[in-house]
């Protein structure tokens, strides 16, 4: 594994540097907004995969709560399942707004029972936490691309850096906010059940997730809609590109993904032998007292 | 309009937002090395 990562670190800055050409080159220029346009190829990629990874997160953090009570651990499984497949199903049954698409909808509740089993097999126990916390870190370092390369957008676009009271923004920076104090919640509490209360903090900021996305269609807001699932409309070569950069993306943050883990992996180790060590510090200290204790009761 | 220069900050903050994470995940691996290499000493 250890080889793979400098093979996989050359992979994504070939890739990455592909798609910056492609992006700043290859790309044609935007009728209306002309160059400044390009700024999508980051934006876009950067929140498409900040979703992606607290996906992940959610599916980690309600699997580490599940998995805490043998009962639960097995009702969640089923859950999981019911989710996606009554979730596909109701997805071209029930009638969805203009521009939604059913398959997209489908597709995305049918990887929460897909993502459920794959982690619980790679990621059993304590390894669901350590991919919790990567993924949510990961992602806010994302989410914090798609709030500074937004308002650096729309300044020369709509003429203003952020309109105030626009659901998408809003719920954005929500998002980034719930997340955030997660990872306050895990740096600065020490209670053992810290981990269990970042899992149900977690949950509930991954149900912002789709409020941000879905927004567009519910709420009137400046944001244009979305290119993917629905709504919005691009051009083909334009569309390449996208992919070809989020593609770039989804590799970098895999690497950055993988380095946090290990770091996270490691955390876990200097925290565990600091443990060991004064407990072993304080066996020595109840040893020593020992005799007196005794020679105490004898006198 | 000369908005080529919101293109160039938005795709230069991109990079210096991963390049300060980046290096604050080298920074902690470091340190936390470092403590293991000396609880290790102190066995």
Not at chain 1, 28 to 53: C, E, K, M, N
Not at chain 1, 62 to 77: C, G
Not at chain 1, 194 to 216: E, H, R, W
Request: aromatic content about 14%; proline content about 5%.
């Amino acid at each position: 594994m250890k080889r793979a990562f400098p093979i996989l670190a050359v992979i994504t800055a070939v890739l990455l540097a592909y798609a910056l050409y492609q992006a700043l080159v290859v790309a044609p220029t935007d009728a209306q907004q002309g160059d400044v346009y390009r700024i999508i190829y980051y934006h876009v990629p950067s929140a498409w995969t900040a979703f992606l990874l607290f996906f992940i997160n959610f599916i980690a953090s309600v699997q580490y709560l599940a998995d805490s009570k043998p009962t639960t651990k097995q009702a969640a499984k089923w859950i999981a399942v019911a989710v996606g497949v009554v979730g596909a199903v109701a997805a071209f049954v029930i009638p969805l707004p203009a521009g939604i698409r059913p398959s997209a909808i489908a597709t995305t509740v049918l990887a929460i029972p897909v993502f459920y089993f794959l982690l619980g097999k790679y990621f059993p126990g304590e390894k669901l936490d350590v991919l919790a916390v990567t993924t949510a870190e990961v992602g806010v370092v994302f989410c914090t691309i798609v709030l500074v390369t937004g308002p650096i957008w729309a300044r020369p676009v709509w003429g203003i850096w952020w309109a105030p009271g626009d659901i998408r923004l809003t719920s954005t920076l929500v998002l980034w906010l719930i997340y955030v104090s997660y990872l306050i919640l895990r740096r600065f509490s020490d209670s053992a059940q810290t981990q269990k209360l970042a899992a149900a903090l977690a949950v509930f900021g991954a149900l912002d997730v789709p409020l941000v996305y879905f927004s567009i269609w519910f709420f009137r807001t400046q944001h244009p809609q979305p290119v993917i699932g629905g709504g919005g409309s691009m051009d083909p070569k334009m569309l390449d590109v996208l992919m070809i950069s989020w593609t770039a993306f989804l590799f970098f943050a895999f690497l950055v993904c993988w380095s946090r883990y290990r770091l996270e992996i490691l955390r876990r180790e200097v925290e565990q032998a600091h443990a060991m060590q004064s407990l072993s510090g304080a066996d020595s200290r109840v040893a020593v007292s020992s005799p007196d204790v005794s020679s105490r009761g004898s006198q | 309009m000369n908005a080529i220069k919101f293109l160039y900050a938005a795709y230069i903050v991109t990079w210096l937002i991963h390049a300060l994470y980046i290096g604050s995940l080298v920074r902690r691996y470091k340190s936390l090395r470092q403590q293991l290499k000396e609880l290790n000493k102190g066995k």
